[in-house]
Nanobody, 115 residues
């Protein structure tokens, strides 16, 4: 069983920055495919960013150039650095892990971008 715990959400002004963290349990974190999703009020959950075992990254078009996903295998943690935040980035952000055919979710952290 893998547990994922997100942190770092909060209220930020438009144009501001936040860094989300997701701490994972388990001794084989380096083998996890890690993703960040988000779900805005009244909308479907959408994939924001992916980082592979080999550190390859993929981003949604809506966040390219503004968000950066990274991982620290020594700390079993994945990060999402979010810059130039917009009101439309307001959502609950979820960490997601894949290992083999097993899929795990965190409980989410709320990001609110508002003046």
């Amino acid at each position: 069983q893998v547990q994922l715990v997100e942190s770092g959400g909060g209220l930020v002004l438009p144009g501001g920055s936040l860094r989300l963290s997701c701490a994972a349990s388990g001794s084989i974190f380096r083998l996890y495919l890690m993703k960040w999703y988000r779900q805005a009020p009244g909308k479907q959950r959408e994939l924001v960013a992916t980082i592979s075992v080999g550190d390859s990254t993929i981003y949604a078009d809506s966040v390219k150039g503004r968000f950066t996903i990274s991982r620290d295998n020594t700390k079993d943690t994945v990060y999402l650095q979010m810059n130039s935040l917009k009101p439309e980035d307001t959502a609950v952000y979820y960490c997601n892990a894949w290992i083999g055919d097993m899929n795990y979710w965190g409980k989410g952290t709320l990001v609110t971008v508002s003046s």
